[in-house]
């Protein structure tokens, strides 16, 4: 039987190892390397929230891609990216934006690593995932199920945004 004292000492192992791989990962990134292998910051250089700004303007056109690419009814009209971009506590760049001048009720998040050059995961809002739904996909009564559980004006205009009613 594993004792208490075994189990907090390998968690504490465990945080030690995942702290130091981080602290490397990111003091290569931070660090700039010199034809003579001494490792010396530039006082130029840009600050991470600065690089992370400018990865994030040069990937908004995939992010655009992607949701035209999630988007099957072609429903969007107008893509809007928030100013603030967020860097969260794992290092990852999130990109908020919205759909049709909407930031309510159709909000998405992109997550990007720094570097990666493709968008590493996407979130929308239910109502914004609700328009990109393949209905295809599904019997008829699930779909029947879900249009009754809206009102007249949410399922008309529902219809209306995924080219099924004019």
Known sequence: MITKKKM????????ILIAGSLYFYFD????????RGNKNMNSEEKSDR?????????MKPKVEEKLRKEDIHHFIKT??????IEINPMGRIIIDGYVNNDPEKFHF???????????DGMSFSK???DR??????????????????LS???????????????
């Open 132 to 149: 990109f739904e393949n209905w295809d996909d599904f019997d008829k009564e699930v779909k029947e199920d879900f249009l009754n559980s």
């Open 79 to 84: 893509i809007s990216f928030e100013k603030e």
């Open 127 to 129: 109502d914004l995932g």
């Open 8 to 15: 907090v000492f390998t968690g504490a192992i465990i945080l």
């Open 28 to 35: 290569k990134i931070n660090t700039k390397e010199t034809a």
């Open 109 to 119: 998040s992109a997550d990007l690593i720094y570097n990666s050059d493709k968008v």
């Open 50 to 58: 600065e690089k992370a700004e400018e990865y994030a303007e040069k």
């Open 152 to 166: 007249k004006e949410e399922r008309e205009q529902y219809l209306k945004d995924i080219g099924e009613m004019k």
